[in-house]
Nanobody
Framework: QVQLVESGGGLVQPGGSLRLSCAASGSIFSINAMGWYRQAPGKQRVLVATITSVGSTNYADSVKGRFTISRDNAKNTVYLQMNNLKPEDTAVYYC???????????????WGQGTQVTVSS
């Protein structure tokens, strides 16, 4: 199995910055895409940003120019640098990894437990 542990959430004022981290561990053969999703109260979980194993990135329109996703393949870790945060960025942020446990098995999606980000003055 794959465990994803997120860290870095918290309370920040509008215009501030936070950096989220997510480390994957377990019996991992390889990790393809990793990403961040968020879920605001009463809303569905939506994509924030993804990054492939070779560094190709994709962002939701609402965070382009403010958020940057990156990863360290040697550490099986993905990061989300969030700048110029707005109240509408308030949500629980979830880490996602698309991983294979062995050479012969297919890929599966794994999720972290979530970390709260609150943007408020």
């Amino acid at each position: 199995q794959v465990q994803l542990v997120e860290s870095g959430g918290g309370l920040v004022q509008p215009g501030g910055s936070l950096r989220l981290s997510c480390a994957a561990s377990g019996s991992i053969f390889s990790i393809n895409a990793m990403g961040w999703y968020r879920q605001a109260p009463g809303k569905q979980r939506v994509l924030v940003a993804t990054i492939t194993s070779v560094g190709s990135t994709n962002y939701a329109d609402s965070v382009k120019g403010r958020f940057t996703i990156s990863r360290d393949n040697a550490k099986n870790t993905v990061y989300l640098q969030m700048n110029n945060l707005k109240p509408e960025d308030t949500a629980v942020y979830y880490c996602n990894a698309n991983a294979k446990l062995t050479y012969y098995t297919g890929t599966n999606n794994y999720w972290g437990q979530g970390t709260q980000v609150t943007v408020s003055s």
